[in-house]
């Protein structure tokens, strides 16, 4: 099955500074690649997905970048704010018919003020 | 969270003892899910759902079985809950039924369960 790999485990930023996390994995067919974020005590929610068809794509001040060659995509987050803090996981599908997600083992970001 | 919710949100019991956490969601989403997270292993699949009554396995089914008598529900049973079971269960819901193969999925906010 699929395995995915993310990195770093923490991250701390300072407030405006930028953010990178990265994934990689490992079935060269899989076509999906979402976001999460999980705030203390929540479940994860979506913030934005990327599929194998384009490289780039952007939403206010987040952006996922997908390099299928390679088999790695990463999340992007600038102008970083204290509500940025919480734990992001990255996932990709496999392509069974059910289209599973695998996730990452997750990121912690601090985003000092 | 997407119309879902859990139930119960915390729990603690003894090994041995059978458990049965719900999910149920008002979206009418076709797929469930139940996940676990742990520590330094992310959100790992334990079974799913597909329609009323389809379910299959996922990476860590041993020790759980499910059931789905309804759109809205999925039940997650520990026929006999051991200590290695202590975790955060997480369902989620997808809608594939708009035909996409991009499984954009829900969460819901999570069951604490903690075997004594």
């Known amino acids: 099955g699929e395995n995915v790999e993310q990195h770093p485990s923490t991250l701390s930023v300072q407030e405006g500074d930028s953010a990178v996390i990265k994934c990689t994995y490992s079935?060269?067919?899989?076509?999906?690649f979402p976001w999460y974020k999980q705030e203390l005590g929540k479940g994860p929610q979506l913030i934005i997905d990327i599929r194998s068809n384009v490289g780039e794509k952007k939403d206010q001040r987040i952006a996922v970048t997908l390099n299928k060659t390679a088999k790695h995509f990463s999340l992007h987050i600038t102008e970083t704010q204290p509500e940025d803090s919480a734990v992001y996981f990255c996932?990709?599908?496999?392509?069974?018919?059910?289209?599973?997600?695998?996730f990452g083992t997750g990121t912690r970001l601090t985003v000092i003020p | 969270d997407a119309g879902i919710t859990q139930s119960p949100r915390h729990k603690v019991t003894e090994t041995g003892t059978p458990v049965t956490l719900r999910c149920h969601q008002t979206?009418?989403?076709?797929?469930m899910y139940w996940y676990r997270q742990d520590p330094g292993h992310g959100l790992r699949l334990i079974h799913y759902s597909y329609g009323v009554k389809d379910t299959d396995k996922g990476e860590v089914s041993d020790g759980y079985s499910v059931s789905r008598s309804k759109t809205e529900d999925f039940l997650l049973t520990l026929e006999s809950a051991t200590s290695s079971q202590t975790s955060v269960y997480f369902c989620?819901?997808?809608?594939?039924?708009?035909?996409?193969?991009?499984?954009?999925?829900?969460f819901g906010p999570g069951t604490r369960l903690t075997v004594l």
């Open positions: 989620a819901i997808s809608d594939h039924t708009r035909g996409t193969v991009y499984n954009e999925q829900f």
């Open positions: 979206e009418n989403h076709r797929y």
């Open positions: 996932a990709a599908s496999d392509q069974t018919g059910a289209n599973n997600l695998f």
């Open positions: 079935d060269s067919a899989s076509n999906y």
